[in-house]
């Protein structure tokens, strides 16, 4: 997913050949089989089309999967670059059955990346006004008939800071904040276009788990991450400067027969 939304979907409509991904795939380290498997789940799940020309497979995105990344260069895009103030937060309960575990699995998924975190089981809480984001992941899953959703505000009289420690891990956020800095802050400017790919490529993937960790607490009730701005800075300047010579590599790779 991170290739495709990182060097496809600029061109929506492209289709990419077969053996150019996992080529690409294997260059970061995953073995040809483990692509291909990749690649065939992504299209059962309704998230690539395969097409057939000649001896090769291409494949494309589909609608599904261009709305799932434009959600998520929303957050990924977004993350660190406003303060909200304190207010209205959301609370989401679910008590999917066994039978939709799947669903309920990637509900679960989709509510950390909207940056809820569990208080308890099956209820969830966000520091934000979560409503049209939450609502319309419950009708996309088919699963809001197993779901509550409300929108207040926590009590002045309890501590916020202790609910926020239960519910998201803020210390780790921190080192987490502070690896990425220091695994990415000593980039060269000198890299080969198959280099620039890598190193991009990584630097997406490792940056849009932060969404999922990272619930933006108002920062009047909760001090920001220190080095969160350090790292928001660092991966957009990275991403724009890698993008050509990173985007060149895809391209020469994916067009060799």
């Not at 207040?152 to 210390?171: E, I, N």
């Not at 991009?200 to 920062?219: A, I, N």
Request: glycine share 8%; proline share 5%; hydrophobic share 40%.
């Amino acid at each position: 997913m991170t290739l495709l939304g990182s060097y496809v979907r600029p061109r929506e409509s492209r289709r990419v050949w077969s053996g150019g991904l996992v080529a690409l795939l294997h260059e970061l380290g995953f073995s040809d089989g483990a692509a291909r498997i990749a690649l065939t789940r992504l299209v059962r799940r309704g998230l690539l089309s395969r097409h057939r020309e000649g001896r090769l497979v291409h494949y494309s995105l589909t609608s599904r999967t261009v709305a799932l990344l434009d959600d998520g260069d929303r957050r990924i895009f977004g993350l660190g670059r406003r303060d909200e103030p304190a207010g209205t937060w959301t609370v989401l309960w679910q008590n999917i059955p066994e039978t939709r575990r799947k669903s309920r699995e990637r509900l679960v998924r989709r509510l950390r990346f909207l940056g809820f975190g569990p208080v308890q089981d099956g209820t969830w809480l966000a520091p934000h006004d979560r409503e049209a984001e939450v609502l319309a992941v419950l009708t996309e899953l088919e699963v809001a008939e197993h779901a509550g959703l409300m929108l207040g505000t926590p009590s002045a009289a309890l501590d916020v800071r202790r609910l926020a420690g239960r519910a998201w891990d803020l210390d780790g956020l921190s080192a987490r904040y502070a690896a990425f800095v220091a695994e990415f802050g000593d980039c060269p400017g000198d890299l080969s276009d198959a280099q620039a790919f890598a190193v991009r490529t990584r630097l997406v993937h490792t940056y849009r788990e932060f969404p999922s960790l990272d619930p933006e607490l108002p920062s009047e009730l909760i001090p920001a991450p220190e080095t969160r701005d350090a790292a928001v800075k660092l991966f957009h300047d990275l991403y724009s400067a890698l993008a050509p010579p990173a985007q060149r590599h895809f391209d020469r790779t994916l067009s060799t027969r």
